[in-house]
């Protein structure tokens, strides 16, 4: 089960940044977009190294 989550999650990472990349936005300006604070403070959004 835990890995069927981890797979999961890594597919909903790929999804947003493949439509973040689509739209042109970095993920910075996604984080301002979505009203997520200060970056230190929150977990990457996706693996950059993924896609």
Known sequence: MEHELEQE????????AYYRKLQGYTQEKLADKLGVADRSHRPPLHLESSV
Request: hydrophobic residues 40%; glycine residues 12%.
């Open 9 to 16: 999650y890594k597919r909903i990472g790929l999804k947003i």
